[in-house]
């Protein structure tokens, strides 16, 4: 199972990525929280976060191990990386141009997306990111960690440099 959220300042686009990558959900929550991985990136957007949290989350657990890459359930709540296997073949007919004519901002990032999806055996779940912790299941919970853990790096990062 690999969770994936990011958390973005608008004004400085500058985000962090956190990712939760674990084989069963047996751990205590606790134990399960150090294990949450954080990244910085600069230059980028909210759509464009959550597509780098995930290919580095891949390429981080998945594709420097493919002898251990087994079927993976990839939890998100971005929807632009839900509709991206449903959008693949018109993306790469119109070869990442829009309607107008106008290279998409974030190509290079899908055809990496696109290149990690045929290497791993991925399936993307959506999850609703911020429900109310009294309707949060398991899975939700889990979810939470990594969106806590990026919304917290993103306001660390800006109290410092305040």
């Known amino acids: 199972m690999l969770f994936t959220d990011g958390s973005v300042d608008t004004k400085t686009r500058i985000g962090f990525g956190a990712y939760l990558a674990i084989n069963s959900t047996e751990s205590p929550r606790a134990d399960l929280k150090t294990k949450v991985k954080v990244k910085k990136f600069e230059n980028t957007s909210s759509t464009t976060l959550e597509l780098q ?10 594709l420097l191990h493919p002898e251990k890459t087994k079927r993976v359930a990839v939890y998100s709540d971005s929807q632009n990386i839900l509709g991206l296997l449903a959008r693949r073949s018109s ?37 609703d990111g911020h429900k109310p912790r009294h309707s949060k299941n398991d899975t939700d919970q889990l979810f ?7 919304r917290f790096a993103l306001r660390e990062f800006n109290r410092q440099i305040s």
């Open 53 to 62: 949290t995930l290919l580095w989350a891949i390429d981080d657990v998945f």
């Open 91 to 127: 993306l790469e007919v119109r070869e990442y141009f829009s309607r107008d004519g106008k290279q998409l901002n974030n190509t290079e990032f899908y055809q990496q997306f696109f290149k990690a999806m045929d290497q791993c055996d991925c399936q993307i779940i959506k999850v």
């Open 144 to 150: 939470a960690l990594v969106d806590k853990a990026a």
